[in-house]
């Protein structure tokens, strides 16, 4: 690099660093204004009404110093009648750890007692705001929704959920690893006991503390499961597959993602700073707290989570006598609800758990983790719109990961490497069968530390005609396989259905 070059990059970046200074004090400046005495008439908010006399008055935001932070302002809320707003001032739009006023409550990620550890604290309601020591929103993107529910009037701002009789079906036992802060950093391990264990919390100290997992029972009719029994793939044993209707009898678990984001950071080997600028400004600027707050460490990201489906006994997955069979599913809407037959999802997941059923029938645990991580991890429009390059250009195996990278800049967002620490969760030491021939999957829970004793390839049987280009790129990338490893020739042979070959 020659010396004007990096002069020109030097001066670059100290314009950059002037600009950024005299941005910060601007907004430092509007900040600190008084605000308190007009009210927003605009269209951006709704009109306010005025806290009735026995309401205490929360002036929702600082002082000319920056350094006194009180409470958002709410008015009782009408029901039906959004036109009354709950919110009376403008909102506190972020906050900063030297605020007077400020003390977030303990939490002390990986600590055994989880009193110790603390509850996670999120909701920005009055009672909670000041001492809130996590960031984000309970239940993940869901919380849009919550929110156009408090703005149509049909759901009071400040409900709190009653949770008798809500407790889990099972119990799932507390595991060394839940003490790890290493091995557990995407999920609150408390998260499925919060309305026992802080109950103390959310009724004398009126906190708005929620769960983040939820453990329920179910039967499952799955129609080719169905099919594998009548033609004697399957046995009905009155405890797995419960009658002749081919019920499957299932414990789940719903789980939303809690992250602790030193852990994050250090699992996606990335500075902490950077990954808290990087979710800020790739998420809109939804949250600046995640700049304006390094002092916490907990955020709960507006993203889909996972379901956890227990076939077999539920205690004896940390049982390493016990055989364990688990496929590791990321969603696909296309395919597993809707049978398209461009990938091999569906035909996969329906293997894995009748592989699943299988294992808990003949003693031991069979496990199914389905992941929102829809189009691998790059949302639905844009696997869409790959889908569409690919068909109008010409669909081969060769130029599979190609078409991906042209619209989305990268051929995979899963990144798997938080994915193991449901498994840590649940306790399991080592997987006897693994159904996935993902490299990615595969060496994520490896290098967690959990062996995989065998991987399971889904039989060329049941890979739909159109899917080979998918499979055949993905072995040549690095996938499972138990037969060839396709070579440059064979992928440039290995082609799908063209445009020309569907019904117009």
Known sequence: MSEQVLSQILATLSSLHASQQLLSQKVDRIQAEKVHESKIKDALFLRPSRPSSATPAYSGHSDSDMDTLVSPTFAPATLGHPESSMYSDPPVLTTYPDQEGIKPYKMNWGATDPAERGPIIVSRLPSSFKIRNALGAYSGSYSIYRGLAVAMGDLPFDHRPNFENTQPVIEIQQQPQWSDPTKI???DPFGHLTSTLYKSEIEDQDLDIRPTIAITRAHMIVPELQDELKNGGLAVDGKVIVNESGELNVHKAAVDPV????????????EEGFLRRSLFENSGGMFPELITRP?????????GGLTVYIFG????LSDPNTRLTVRVHDECNGSDVFGSDICTCRPYLIYGMKEAVKEAQNGGVGLIIYFRKEGRALGEVTKYLVYNARKRGGDSAEKYFARTENVAGVKDMRFQALMPDILHWLGVTKIDRFMSMSNMKHDAVVEAGIPILERVAIPDELIPPDSKVEIDAKIAAGYFTTGNIPDAADLKRTVGRGWDNFHH
């Open 313 to 316: 006994n539920h205690e004896l």
């Open 259 to 270: 992250w602790y984001l030193p852990g994050v950071a250090a699992r996606l080997n990335v």
């Open 185 to 187: 950093v995407s999920m």
């Open 295 to 303: 002092d916490i460490k907990v955020f709960l990201p507006p993203i």
